[in-house]
T-cell receptor
Framework: DTAVSQTPKYLVTQMGNDKSIKCEQN?????MYWYKQDSKKFLKIMFS???????INETVPNRFSPKSPDKAHLNLHINSLELGDSAVYFC??????????????FGPGTRLTVL | DQQVKQNSPSLSVQEGRISILNCDYT??????FLWYKKYPAEGPTFLIS?????DKNEDGRFTVFLNKSAKHLSLHIVPSQPGDSAVYFC?????????????FGKGTKLSVIP
């Protein structure tokens, strides 16, 4: 029974398209995150979302938008996809964002390829 | 700017020996450090953590050492096993409200040779 799941696992699309990646956690956690792992292998935070508070990394283009229908889901919408968006995107969750000590649990990742 | 650095992209160790993975950080506001392990086609999984009030934390075969003055931490795996072969990420965060975001290093690929 997967704690943090993402769909799809692989996504291949053309430049200019709009796509979404879904994330669900069944851990009852309060905070969810999206990370991007680029070709240089750095894992960089994109967003964190807690109790309807959204913290955005200022380097993330506004073509990226997280959508949270409920506490267990944080989906990532990407508009007007660009070649540079090709990366592996990881969703994660933690119990309480107010505590730095909270362990984050990661999903398996979605490999996005933009052609 | 890389606030968390893992300068060794890869490390090979014989089974049964000690593996030592190193991590340096530059941000003096970091006071909580974590190691994550990642297998191919999977997400990172939490391994062990250490708070800045400690200099050592041990969990089975895994020990993390923190040298705050040098802004350096290391992960020791003893004895190393083939199943430990994975990419290990060092991560750091501050404390207090809003500082829970993790900053990751680039990872070190550990290969344990049977």
């Amino acid at each position: 029974d997967t704690a943090v799941s993402q769909t799809p696992k692989y996504l291949v699309t053309q430049m200019g398209n709009d796509k979404s990646i879904k994330c669900e956690q069944n851990l009852g956690h309060d905070t969810m995150y999206w990370y991007k792992q680029d070709s240089k292998k750095f894992l960089k935070i994109m967003f964190s979302y807690n109790n309807k508070e959204l913290i955005i990394n200022e380097t993330v283009p506004n073509r990226f938008s997280p959508k949270s229908p409920d506490k267990a889901h944080l989906n990532l919408h990407i508009n007007s996809l660009e070649l540079g968006d090709s990366a592996v995107y990881f969703c994660a969750s933690s119990q309480d964002a107010g505590l730095a000590a909270d362990t984050q649990y990661f999903g398996p990742g979605t490999r996005l390829t933009v052609l | 700017d890389q606030q968390v650095k893992q300068n060794s992209p890869s490390l090979s160790v014989q089974e049964g020996r000690i593996s030592i993975l190193n991590c340096d950080y530059t941000n003096s506001m970091f006071d909580y450090f974590l190691w994550y392990k990642k297998y191919p086609a999977e997400g990172p999984t939490f391994l062990i953590s250490i708070s800045s009030i400690k200099d050592k934390n041990e969990d089975g075969r895994f020990t993390v050492f923190l040298n705050k003055s040098a802004k350096h931490l290391s992960l020791h795996i003893v004895p190393s096993q083939p199943g430990d072969s994975a990419v290990y990420f060092c991560a750091a965060s501050g404390s207090g409200a809003g500082s829970y975001q993790l900053t990751f290093g680039k990872g070190t690929k550990l290969s344990v040779i049977p």
